[in-house]
């Protein structure tokens, strides 16, 4: 509401971070440029699956990082909870624990927080 200041402010800054969900994935420095200019989305040249992968947690991204010497770095990425709930869920993605796979068309939702 317009004009909350104190708890009353809190609470909605508390019901904004809701509507979240973090998310990790590990990327190259090609595509972290890609991201940082273009927003997510599917590879252009189609070297990649269209939809995304992302570990529900740092470690397990980072973990998935070792894997791979084309991958520099982990992001962490905002998810509309929206979108986290349609994703397809799996446990345990490549053996570093739980992640889920947000649809091609629902990557320009996501939002880049580190």
Not at 11 to 27: P, T
Not at 63 to 83: A, H, M, T
Request: proline share 4%; net charge negative.
């Amino acid at each position: 509401m317009p004009g909350l200041t104190g708890v009353g402010a809190g609470i909605r800054a508390a019901d904004k971070a809701d509507d979240f969900v973090d998310g990790y994935r590990a990327v190259s420095r090609a595509e972290a440029d890609d991201i940082a200019e273009y927003g997510f989305r599917a590879d252009p040249l189609g070297r990649s699956m269209q939809d995304k992968w992302f570990s529900e947690t740092r470690e397990g991204a980072e973990q998935f990082k070792q894997n791979y010497s084309d991958l520099e770095q982990v992001i962490k990425v905002q998810v509309p909870k929206d979108v986290y709930e349609q994703s397809y869920k799996h446990p345990n993605i490549d053996n570093t624990g739980a992640g889920f796979c947000v649809a091609c068309n629902d990557l320009k939702r996501l939002k880049r927080v580190q």
